[in-house]
């Protein structure tokens, strides 16, 4: 069975950052392309990141390009999102999911998430 946990949320104030984690356990992380999803209230589940399973290919929705980094430890089958310079749009659920196909931004491909993570950001 496959596990996702995400941790790191937290309030922050507008321009701080903070670092989500998401532990995968029972498959081994070399095997799914990544994902941060973000949900606001009242919206929908959106894209943030994505990390492929092949190193160094990422995707970054375009709210948070240059902003936030998706990295993976295979080892540790771990996936952090570093976030900097944290907004109020910011604020949101932040969900970690794990996808067999190839890098999708697209959350219906994902079989798997977390619990999610909450992310408030005041001003």
Same mark, same amino acid.
């Given at each position: +069975?496959?596990?996702?946990?995400?941790s790191? /949320?937290?309030?922050?104030?507008?321009?701080? %950052?903070?670092t989500?984690?998401c +532990?995968?356990s029972?498959r081994?992380l %070399?095997?799914f392309?990544m994902?941060?999803?973000?949900?606001?209230p /009242?919206?929908?589940?959106e894209?943030v990141?994505?990390s492929?399973?092949i190193q160094?290919? %990422?995707?970054?929705?375009t709210?948070?390009?240059?902003?936030?980094t998706?990295t993976?430890?295979?080892?540790k089958n771990?996936v952090?999102?570093?976030?900097n310079?944290?907004?109020p749009?910011d604020?949101?659920?932040?969900y970690?999911?794990?996808s067999s196909?190839y890098?999708t931004?697209?959350?219906?491909?994902y079989e798997f998430? /977390? +619990?999610?993570?909450v992310?408030?950001v005041?001003?």
């Amino acid at each position: +069975q496959v596990r996702l946990i995400e941790s790191g /949320g937290g309030s922050v104030q507008t321009g701080a %950052s903070l670092t989500l984690s998401c +532990q995968v356990s029972g498959r081994t992380l %070399s095997q799914f392309s990544m994902g941060w999803f973000r949900q606001a209230p /009242g919206k929908e589940r959106e894209f943030v990141a994505v990390s492929a399973r092949i190193q160094g290919i %990422s995707l970054y929705a375009t709210p948070v390009k240059g902003r936030y980094t998706i990295t993976r430890d295979n080892d540790k089958n771990t996936v952090t999102l570093q976030m900097n310079s944290l907004k109020p749009d910011d604020t949101a659920v932040y969900y970690c999911g794990a996808s067999s196909n190839y890098h999708t931004t697209t959350s219906t491909d994902y079989e798997f998430w /977390g +619990q999610g993570t909450v992310v408030t950001v005041f001003s």
